[in-house]
């Protein structure tokens, strides 16, 4: 069983930064990769971002391309996210998710663990 902690959240104004680190612990047979949700007030859950573990390769939702950097460190079991120019409509509790395999092509159902959550909050 995998657990993830998410970390990073916080108040920021519109324009300003913030990166989120997601980090694993326990045993995993294997990881195919890591991804980003967000669930704002009265939202259903979306996605954000996601990355391979093996070669890096990304994939980001259209509403965060080129704001957003999905990055992870193989050795730490961590996944960030780097988030620029941050709008209100960012506001959202950020989920980490973890990927055993590719099927399901990091759908919310394919994730077979999730973090906490972290609030991101940004302010006009």
């Known amino acids: 069983q995998v657990q993830l902690v998410e970390s990073g959240g916080g108040l920021v104004q519109a324009g300003g930064s913030l990166r989120l680190s997601c980090a694993a612990s326990?045993?995993?047979?294997?990881?195919?990769?890591m991804g980003w949700f967000r669930q704002a007030p009265g939202k259903e859950r979306e996605f954000v971002a996601a990355?391979?573990?093996?070669?890096?390769?990304?994939s980001y939702a259209n509403s965060v391309k080129g704001r957003f950097t999905i990055s992870r460190d193989n050795a730490k079991n961590t996944v960030y996210l780097q988030m620029l120019s941050l709008k209100p409509e960012d506001t959202a509790v950020y989920y980490c998710?973890?990927?055993?395999?590719?099927?399901?092509?990091?759908?919310?159902?394919?994730?077979?663990?999730w973090g906490q959550g972290t609030q991101v909050t940004v302010s006009s």
């Open positions: 326990g045993r995993t047979f294997s990881r195919y990769g």
């Open positions: 998710a973890h990927y055993s395999s590719p099927i399901g092509s990091f759908q919310e159902s394919a994730a077979d663990s």
């Open positions: 990355i391979t573990w093996t070669l890096g390769y990304t």
